[in-house]
Protein backbone atom coordinates (compact mmCIF):
# COMPACT_ATOMS: atom_id res chain seq x y z
CA UNK A 1 0.00 0.00 0.00
CA UNK A 2 1.26 3.17 -1.20
CA UNK A 3 1.41 5.80 1.77
CA UNK A 4 -1.39 8.40 2.02
CA UNK A 5 1.14 11.37 0.76
CA UNK A 6 1.85 9.30 -2.24
CA UNK A 7 -1.55 8.76 -3.52
CA UNK A 8 -2.31 12.21 -3.07
CA UNK A 9 0.20 13.41 -5.40
CA UNK A 10 -0.67 10.91 -8.20
CA UNK A 11 -2.34 13.52 -10.31
CA UNK A 12 1.30 15.48 -10.35
CA UNK A 13 2.97 12.34 -11.31
CA UNK A 14 0.28 11.52 -14.21
CA UNK A 15 1.16 14.90 -15.55
CA UNK A 16 4.90 14.33 -15.07
CA UNK A 17 4.66 11.51 -17.24
CA UNK A 18 2.09 13.26 -20.35
CA UNK A 19 4.58 16.19 -20.13
CA UNK A 20 7.77 13.60 -21.10
CA UNK A 21 6.11 11.26 -22.85
CA UNK A 22 7.41 12.36 -26.15
CA UNK A 23 11.17 12.06 -24.20
CA UNK A 24 10.95 9.10 -22.88
CA UNK A 25 10.08 7.44 -25.98
CA UNK A 26 13.23 7.29 -27.02
CA UNK A 27 15.11 7.21 -23.31
CA UNK A 28 12.78 4.84 -21.61
CA UNK A 29 12.69 5.63 -17.63
CA UNK A 30 15.01 3.44 -15.48
CA UNK A 31 16.64 2.56 -17.95
CA UNK A 32 20.38 2.96 -15.99
CA UNK A 33 22.06 -0.79 -15.99
CA UNK A 34 25.83 -0.29 -15.89
CA UNK A 35 25.87 -3.25 -13.74
CA UNK A 36 23.93 -5.59 -16.20
CA UNK A 37 26.35 -7.24 -18.43
CA UNK A 38 26.70 -10.52 -20.86
CA UNK A 39 29.42 -12.90 -21.38
CA UNK A 40 28.85 -14.85 -24.67
CA UNK A 41 24.91 -15.40 -24.24
CA UNK A 42 24.84 -15.21 -20.43
CA UNK A 43 23.36 -12.09 -18.53
CA UNK A 44 24.96 -11.23 -15.38
CA UNK A 45 22.94 -9.37 -13.32
CA UNK A 46 22.42 -8.40 -9.78
CA UNK A 47 23.65 -10.59 -7.46
CA UNK A 48 26.11 -11.25 -9.79
CA UNK A 49 28.58 -8.67 -11.79
CA UNK A 50 31.17 -9.15 -14.18
CA UNK A 51 32.15 -5.11 -13.37
CA UNK A 52 33.78 -4.36 -9.91
CA UNK A 53 31.28 -2.42 -7.57
CA UNK A 54 28.43 -3.43 -9.00
CA UNK A 55 26.30 -6.70 -7.59
CA UNK A 56 26.17 -7.85 -4.06
CA UNK A 57 29.16 -7.75 -2.36
CA UNK A 58 28.53 -12.07 -1.30
CA UNK A 59 29.32 -12.61 -5.26
CA UNK A 60 32.73 -10.24 -5.81
CA UNK A 61 35.46 -11.35 -7.35
CA UNK A 62 33.37 -14.53 -8.09
CA UNK A 63 32.42 -14.31 -12.25
CA UNK A 64 35.09 -13.18 -15.11
CA UNK A 65 34.39 -13.40 -18.93
CA UNK A 66 37.26 -14.59 -20.18
CA UNK A 67 36.73 -14.75 -24.38
CA UNK A 68 32.51 -15.15 -24.34
CA UNK A 69 33.19 -17.43 -21.66
CA UNK A 70 31.69 -17.16 -17.91
CA UNK A 71 33.90 -18.35 -15.56
CA UNK A 72 33.79 -19.10 -11.73
CA UNK A 73 36.87 -18.77 -9.96
CA UNK A 74 36.70 -20.01 -6.11
CA UNK A 75 40.03 -21.74 -3.97
CA UNK A 76 39.70 -25.38 -4.90
CA UNK A 77 39.92 -23.56 -8.80
CA UNK A 78 38.13 -21.87 -11.91
CA UNK A 79 34.73 -24.00 -13.26
CA UNK A 80 32.91 -22.76 -16.55
CA UNK A 81 29.17 -21.51 -15.96
CA UNK A 82 27.05 -22.97 -18.18
CA UNK A 83 24.01 -21.22 -16.64
CA UNK A 84 22.88 -18.58 -14.36
CA UNK A 85 19.33 -19.44 -13.51
CA UNK A 86 17.62 -16.45 -11.64
CA UNK A 87 14.52 -17.89 -11.59
CA UNK A 88 15.70 -20.86 -9.38
CA UNK A 89 18.67 -19.10 -7.51
CA UNK A 90 21.35 -21.90 -9.35
CA UNK A 91 24.33 -21.94 -11.30
CA UNK A 92 25.75 -24.59 -13.23
CA UNK A 93 29.58 -25.47 -13.30
CA UNK A 94 31.53 -27.69 -15.98
CA UNK A 95 34.64 -28.97 -14.98
CA UNK A 96 36.62 -30.07 -17.56
CA UNK A 97 38.94 -32.61 -15.60
CA UNK A 98 35.89 -34.10 -13.42
CA UNK A 99 35.12 -37.58 -14.24
CA UNK A 100 31.61 -38.25 -16.21
CA UNK A 101 29.38 -41.28 -17.11
CA UNK A 102 31.56 -41.33 -20.43
CA UNK A 103 34.97 -41.30 -18.78
CA UNK A 104 37.16 -41.43 -15.35
CA UNK A 105 39.31 -38.65 -15.63
CA UNK A 106 43.06 -39.86 -14.11
CA UNK A 107 45.31 -38.08 -11.86
CA UNK A 108 48.34 -36.77 -13.18
CA UNK A 109 50.96 -39.91 -13.49
CA UNK A 110 53.02 -38.26 -10.47
CA UNK A 111 50.11 -38.23 -8.09
CA UNK A 112 47.73 -35.59 -6.68
CA UNK A 113 43.99 -35.73 -8.21
CA UNK A 114 41.90 -35.00 -11.71
CA UNK A 115 39.44 -32.49 -11.02
CA UNK A 116 39.07 -29.53 -8.78
CA UNK A 117 36.37 -30.86 -6.26
CA UNK A 118 34.66 -27.78 -4.85
CA UNK A 119 36.10 -25.59 -2.01
CA UNK A 120 34.70 -21.93 -0.83
CA UNK A 121 35.95 -19.00 0.97
CA UNK A 122 34.45 -19.49 4.24
CA UNK A 123 32.94 -16.10 4.27
CA UNK A 124 31.20 -16.82 0.87
CA UNK A 125 29.10 -19.72 2.59
CA UNK A 126 25.99 -17.71 3.27
CA UNK A 127 25.92 -16.97 -0.65
CA UNK A 128 26.86 -20.42 -2.23
CA UNK A 129 26.35 -23.65 -1.64
CA UNK A 130 26.39 -26.82 -4.16
CA UNK A 131 22.49 -27.86 -3.95
CA UNK A 132 21.58 -30.59 -2.09
CA UNK A 133 20.35 -32.54 -4.88
CA UNK A 134 24.00 -32.74 -6.58
CA UNK A 135 25.68 -35.98 -5.74
CA UNK A 136 29.72 -35.83 -5.62
CA UNK A 137 30.88 -39.01 -6.69
CA UNK A 138 34.38 -39.28 -4.84
CA UNK A 139 36.81 -41.61 -6.46
CA UNK A 140 39.70 -43.58 -5.73
CA UNK A 141 40.09 -42.39 -1.83
CA UNK A 142 42.49 -43.90 0.42
CA UNK A 143 41.67 -45.98 3.16
CA UNK A 144 42.88 -43.66 5.24
CA UNK A 145 40.92 -41.17 3.74
CA UNK A 146 39.31 -38.68 6.52
CA UNK A 147 36.08 -39.64 4.68
CA UNK A 148 35.83 -42.96 6.47
CA UNK A 149 37.18 -41.89 10.16
CA UNK A 150 34.64 -42.92 12.72
CA UNK A 151 32.91 -45.15 10.66
CA UNK A 152 35.56 -48.47 11.42
CA UNK A 153 34.53 -51.30 8.98
CA UNK A 154 30.89 -50.63 9.69
CA UNK A 155 28.57 -48.80 7.49
CA UNK A 156 29.96 -46.52 5.03
CA UNK A 157 29.19 -42.73 5.00
CA UNK A 158 28.80 -42.82 1.42
CA UNK A 159 25.09 -42.91 0.13
CA UNK A 160 22.80 -41.93 -2.44
CA UNK A 161 21.91 -38.46 -3.22
CA UNK A 162 18.05 -37.93 -4.65
CA UNK A 163 18.35 -40.88 -6.30
CA UNK A 164 21.84 -40.90 -7.40
CA UNK A 165 25.09 -43.06 -6.26
CA UNK A 166 28.13 -45.22 -6.93
CA UNK A 167 25.79 -48.54 -7.57
CA UNK A 168 24.17 -46.32 -10.34
CA UNK A 169 27.54 -45.00 -11.44
CA UNK A 170 29.44 -47.98 -11.44
CA UNK A 171 27.16 -49.08 -14.57
CA UNK A 172 28.89 -46.29 -16.20
CA UNK A 173 30.55 -47.14 -19.61
CA UNK A 174 33.52 -44.95 -18.14
CA UNK A 175 34.01 -47.71 -15.60
CA UNK A 176 34.32 -50.70 -18.30
CA UNK A 177 38.64 -51.88 -18.25
CA UNK A 178 38.94 -49.32 -15.53
CA UNK A 179 39.18 -52.38 -13.20
CA UNK A 180 43.13 -53.11 -12.28
CA UNK A 181 44.20 -50.30 -13.90
CA UNK A 182 47.11 -48.52 -11.59
CA UNK A 183 45.25 -45.84 -9.68
CA UNK A 184 42.05 -47.23 -8.77
CA UNK A 185 41.84 -49.31 -6.20
CA UNK A 186 38.93 -51.44 -5.95
CA UNK A 187 36.54 -51.42 -8.32
CA UNK A 188 32.73 -51.86 -9.54
CA UNK A 189 33.31 -55.44 -9.07
CA UNK A 190 35.43 -55.83 -5.77
CA UNK A 191 32.32 -55.66 -2.76
CA UNK A 192 32.22 -52.33 -1.33
CA UNK A 193 31.48 -53.65 2.00
CA UNK A 194 34.01 -54.67 4.38
CA UNK A 195 36.57 -52.40 3.95
CA UNK A 196 39.02 -51.33 5.61
CA UNK A 197 42.75 -49.08 4.91
CA UNK A 198 43.18 -52.09 2.34
CA UNK A 199 39.67 -52.43 0.59
CA UNK A 200 38.21 -48.73 0.38
CA UNK A 201 35.48 -48.48 -2.37
CA UNK A 202 36.35 -47.23 -5.58
CA UNK A 203 33.49 -44.64 -5.59
CA UNK A 204 31.78 -42.84 -2.31
CA UNK A 205 29.23 -40.79 -2.89
CA UNK A 206 28.07 -37.87 -0.85
CA UNK A 207 26.42 -34.39 -0.22
CA UNK A 208 28.06 -31.54 0.06
CA UNK A 209 26.62 -30.61 3.40
CA UNK A 210 27.39 -33.50 4.86
CA UNK A 211 31.91 -32.72 4.64
CA UNK A 212 30.86 -28.87 3.51
CA UNK A 213 33.60 -28.33 1.47
CA UNK A 214 34.99 -31.14 -1.04
CA UNK A 215 39.10 -30.46 -1.55
CA UNK A 216 40.11 -34.18 -2.60
CA UNK A 217 44.04 -33.36 -1.56
CA UNK A 218 42.80 -33.41 2.01
CA UNK A 219 40.28 -36.35 1.61
CA UNK A 220 43.08 -38.19 -0.03
CA UNK A 221 40.72 -39.02 -3.23
CA UNK A 222 42.22 -38.98 -6.99
CA UNK A 223 39.03 -37.78 -8.94
CA UNK A 224 35.78 -36.81 -8.61
CA UNK A 225 32.35 -36.89 -10.93
CA UNK A 226 29.39 -34.81 -10.12
CA UNK A 227 25.55 -35.06 -11.32
CA UNK A 228 22.39 -33.42 -10.41
CA UNK A 229 18.82 -34.45 -11.31
CA UNK A 230 16.73 -31.73 -12.88
CA UNK A 231 13.49 -33.53 -11.77
CA UNK A 232 13.19 -36.60 -10.09
CA UNK A 233 16.11 -39.03 -11.45
CA UNK A 234 14.57 -42.71 -12.19
CA UNK A 235 14.85 -42.15 -15.80
CA UNK A 236 15.84 -45.64 -18.50
CA UNK A 237 19.34 -44.58 -19.12
CA UNK A 238 20.39 -44.57 -15.07
CA UNK A 239 23.70 -42.93 -15.09
CA UNK A 240 23.82 -42.21 -18.67
CA UNK A 241 20.65 -39.60 -18.29
CA UNK A 242 22.07 -37.38 -14.50
CA UNK A 243 23.66 -34.47 -16.00
CA UNK A 244 27.37 -34.12 -15.40
CA UNK A 245 28.30 -31.10 -13.54
CA UNK A 246 27.96 -28.85 -10.10
CA UNK A 247 24.69 -27.52 -9.25
CA UNK A 248 25.00 -25.09 -6.81
CA UNK A 249 22.42 -22.76 -5.41
CA UNK A 250 23.18 -18.86 -4.36
CA UNK A 251 21.01 -16.49 -2.25
CA UNK A 252 20.97 -12.86 -0.88
CA UNK A 253 19.45 -11.79 2.73
CA UNK A 254 16.12 -10.87 2.40
CA UNK A 255 16.76 -7.04 3.61
CA UNK A 256 19.39 -6.38 0.75
CA UNK A 257 17.18 -8.02 -1.83
CA UNK A 258 14.54 -5.72 -0.38
CA UNK A 259 17.13 -2.70 -0.87
CA UNK A 260 18.54 -3.49 -4.03
CA UNK A 261 14.62 -3.58 -5.28
CA UNK A 262 14.07 0.18 -3.68
CA UNK A 263 17.28 0.83 -5.39
CA UNK A 264 16.35 -0.38 -8.88
CA UNK A 265 12.85 1.29 -8.76
CA UNK A 266 14.30 4.57 -8.22
CA UNK A 267 17.26 3.86 -11.26
CA UNK A 268 20.20 2.78 -9.81
CA UNK A 269 22.00 -0.22 -10.20
CA UNK A 270 23.33 -2.18 -6.76
CA UNK A 271 26.39 -2.14 -5.84
CA UNK A 272 29.06 -2.23 -3.24
CA UNK A 273 32.25 0.12 -2.15
CA UNK A 274 35.43 -1.24 -1.80
CA UNK A 275 35.26 -1.80 2.24
CA UNK A 276 31.88 -4.49 0.60
CA UNK A 277 28.76 -2.46 2.09
CA UNK A 278 26.15 -2.75 -0.28
CA UNK A 279 25.69 0.59 -2.19
CA UNK A 280 22.79 1.82 -4.89
CA UNK A 281 24.74 3.74 -8.21
CA UNK A 282 22.87 6.17 -8.86
CA UNK A 283 23.61 8.14 -12.04
CA UNK A 284 25.10 10.94 -10.54
CA UNK A 285 26.20 9.44 -7.57
CA UNK A 286 26.14 6.53 -5.02
CA UNK A 287 23.37 6.27 -1.76
CA UNK A 288 23.86 3.86 0.62
CA UNK A 289 19.58 3.34 0.35
CA UNK A 290 18.05 4.36 -2.98
CA UNK A 291 18.44 7.01 -5.87
CA UNK A 292 15.27 8.85 -3.99
CA UNK A 293 16.94 10.22 -0.78
CA UNK A 294 18.06 13.51 -0.43
CA UNK A 295 21.51 14.25 -1.30
CA UNK A 296 21.46 16.05 2.13
CA UNK A 297 20.98 12.63 4.05
CA UNK A 298 18.22 13.53 5.93
CA UNK A 299 16.34 10.72 5.13
CA UNK A 300 13.04 11.10 7.44
CA UNK A 301 12.70 14.60 6.23
CA UNK A 302 10.92 16.35 3.19
CA UNK A 303 12.83 13.78 0.08
CA UNK A 304 12.74 15.89 -2.91
CA UNK A 305 11.50 13.55 -6.32
CA UNK A 306 12.59 14.35 -9.66
CA UNK A 307 10.08 13.54 -11.98
CA UNK A 308 11.57 13.28 -15.51
CA UNK A 309 12.83 16.40 -15.27
CA UNK A 310 9.57 18.20 -15.58
CA UNK A 311 7.52 18.46 -12.04
CA UNK A 312 9.40 18.45 -8.80
CA UNK A 313 7.45 17.14 -6.22
CA UNK A 314 7.65 17.29 -1.97
CA UNK A 315 7.28 14.32 -1.00
CA UNK A 316 6.37 14.63 2.94
CA UNK A 317 7.80 11.22 3.82
CA UNK A 318 8.48 8.66 6.56
CA UNK A 319 11.42 7.37 4.99
CA UNK A 320 10.11 3.63 4.93
CA UNK A 321 12.63 2.44 2.36
CA UNK A 322 15.07 -0.13 3.22
CA UNK A 323 18.43 0.98 4.03
CA UNK A 324 20.88 -1.34 3.42
CA UNK A 325 23.15 -2.18 6.67
CA UNK A 326 26.94 -1.67 5.93
C1 LIG B 1 24.04 -20.75 -24.87
O1 LIG B 1 24.40 -21.32 -26.11
C2 LIG B 1 24.69 -22.70 -26.03
C3 LIG B 1 25.14 -23.17 -27.40
O2 LIG B 1 26.05 -22.28 -27.92
C4 LIG B 1 23.46 -23.46 -25.55
O3 LIG B 1 23.77 -24.85 -25.43
C5 LIG B 1 23.03 -22.93 -24.21
O4 LIG B 1 21.83 -23.54 -23.82
C6 LIG B 1 22.82 -21.42 -24.29
N1 LIG B 1 22.59 -20.95 -22.94
C7 LIG B 1 21.65 -20.05 -22.66
C8 LIG B 1 21.56 -19.64 -21.22
O5 LIG B 1 20.92 -19.58 -23.50
C1 LIG C 1 30.16 4.76 -6.97
O1 LIG C 1 30.58 3.48 -6.55
C2 LIG C 1 31.21 2.73 -7.57
C3 LIG C 1 31.45 1.32 -7.04
O2 LIG C 1 32.06 1.30 -5.78
C4 LIG C 1 32.49 3.44 -7.97
O3 LIG C 1 33.14 2.71 -8.99
C5 LIG C 1 32.15 4.82 -8.47
O4 LIG C 1 33.33 5.54 -8.75
C6 LIG C 1 31.34 5.59 -7.44
N1 LIG C 1 30.85 6.81 -8.05
C7 LIG C 1 30.82 7.97 -7.40
C8 LIG C 1 30.24 9.11 -8.16
O5 LIG C 1 31.24 8.10 -6.26
C1 LIG D 1 42.95 -28.62 0.58
O1 LIG D 1 43.58 -29.31 1.62
C2 LIG D 1 44.99 -29.21 1.58
C3 LIG D 1 45.53 -30.17 2.64
O2 LIG D 1 44.79 -30.10 3.82
C4 LIG D 1 45.38 -27.76 1.82
O3 LIG D 1 46.79 -27.63 1.80
C5 LIG D 1 44.76 -26.91 0.72
O4 LIG D 1 45.03 -25.55 0.96
C6 LIG D 1 43.27 -27.14 0.64
N1 LIG D 1 42.78 -26.48 -0.55
C7 LIG D 1 41.78 -25.60 -0.52
C8 LIG D 1 41.39 -25.02 -1.84
O5 LIG D 1 41.22 -25.28 0.50
Redesign the pocket.
Known amino acids: MLPLPLLLLFPFLALGFLLSSSASAQVPPFAMTPCRSYCGNITVDYPFALRPGCGHPGFRELLFCINGVLMLHI ?2 GSYRVLDLDYAYRGLTLHDPDMSTCRALVRPPVRGGSAGNGF ?1 LEPWRAPYLEPAPDNVFLLLGCAGGSPLFQGFPGKHLPCREVAGMGCEGYYGCPAWEGAMGLRGWRGGPGSSPSPYGEANPPACCGVPYGAIR ?1 I ?1 L ?2 LACEGYSSAYGLAPVRARGGALDWSYGIRVGYSVPGEHEEACRGCETTGGACGHDEEARPLCLCPTWNSTSNCDASLAGGDDHGVLHQVQGNVAVEVLGDGEEGVPDP
Open positions: PSVGNTR
